[in-house]
T-cell receptor, first 112, second 114 residues
C-alpha cells in the first residue's frame, strides 16, 4: 500500500473549516484513500473514503486531486469535539487487502 | 445499533495470569479484527477473521496470544500467561466484509499487567 505523509499537528478555530492535507504521491490506480480519527481514549472512528471522485457525508468532505497524489479532508464547521488525531490511509480494494496501516496522523486541536 | 461492544473496558492483572478479552461485532458484519495500541508501536493489527475463520494471524506477538471466533456474534482474545509488556489498549473492529468497506471500532479494553 502507498505511503502517506501528513503534518504532525494543526490548529483550527471553533466554527471554522478545518482542512487536513495528506500526500500520497505513490498511490496506484486501485487504491482508496481512507480517513479515520481517534479522539483521546476512544477507538478509531471511520470518517470517509474515496477512490477518484470527491466525496461528502454528514461528517466531512474528501477532496482528491486529479492526479490522486494528494487529498484534503474538510470538516466544514469544526467544534471542540473534533479535536483528535486524524489518520489518512491508502489501501487497495483487492480481496486480500483488508489491513489498515495507521501512521502517526495529524493532531487537530480545535480552539475556542 | 449498539456498535462494537468490548468487555471488560479495563483489566488489571498480575504477571502470569490468564486474561480474556471479549468482543461482540456489529450484527451482519462478517469481518472482525483485533488491534493493539501502545505509545511505542502505535496501532497494530493482531488477527483478522472472515466469516468466523482466522485469515491472518501474522500480527499475533507470540504463542501466548490466541483468538477465537466461535460464532458470528462473539470473539475472544486470550493471553496466557500475561506479561507486563502486554499492557496496552486492545481494540476490536468489525466490517461488512468487502475489502473497501470501512472498519468500525469498539471502545477498547485497557489492559494493565503488573
Amino acid at each position: 500500500d502507498a505511503k502517506t505523509t501528513q503534518p504532525t499537528s494543526m490548529d483550527c478555530a471553533e466554527g471554522r473549516a478545518a482542512n487536513l492535507p495528506c500526500n500520497h504521491s505513490t498511490i496506484s490506480g486501485n487504491e482508496y484513500v481512507y480517513w479515520y480519527r481517534q479522539i483521546h481514549s476512544q477507538g478509531p472512528q471511520y470518517i470517509i473514503h474515496g477512490l477518484k471522485n470527491n466525496e461528502t457525508n454528514e461528517m466531512a468532505s474528501l477532496i482528491i486531486t486529479e492526479d490522486r497524489k494528494s487529498s484534503t479532508l474538510i470538516l466544514p464547521h469544526a467544534t471542540l469535539r473534533d479535536t483528535a488525531v486524524y489518520y489518512c490511509i491508502v489501501k487497495s480494494g483487492g480481496g486480500s487487502n483488508y489491513k489498515l496501516t495507521f501512521g502517526k496522523g495529524t493532531l487537530l486541536t480545535v480552539n475556542p | 445499533d449498539a456498535g462494537v461492544i468490548q468487555s471488560p473496558r479495563h483489566e488489571v492483572t498480575e504477571m502470569g495470569q490468564e486474561v480474556t478479552l471479549r468482543c461482540k461485532p456489529i450484527s451482519g458484519h462478517n469481518s472482525l479484527f483485533w488491534y493493539r495500541q501502545t505509545m511505542m508501536r502505535g496501532l497494530e493489527l493482531l488477527i483478522y477473521f472472515n466469516n468466523n475463520v482466522p485469515i491472518d494471524d501474522s500480527g499475533m506477538p507470540e504463542d501466548r496470544f490466541s483468538a477465537k471466533m466461535p460464532n458470528a456474534s462473539f470473539s475472544t482474545l486470550k493471553i496466557q500467561p500475561s506479561e507486563p509488556r502486554d499492557s496496552a489498549v486492545y481494540f476490536c473492529a468489525s466490517s461488512p466484509g468487502l475489502p473497501e468497506h470501512e472498519q468500525y471500532f469498539g471502545p477498547g479494553t485497557r489492559l494493565t499487567v503488573t
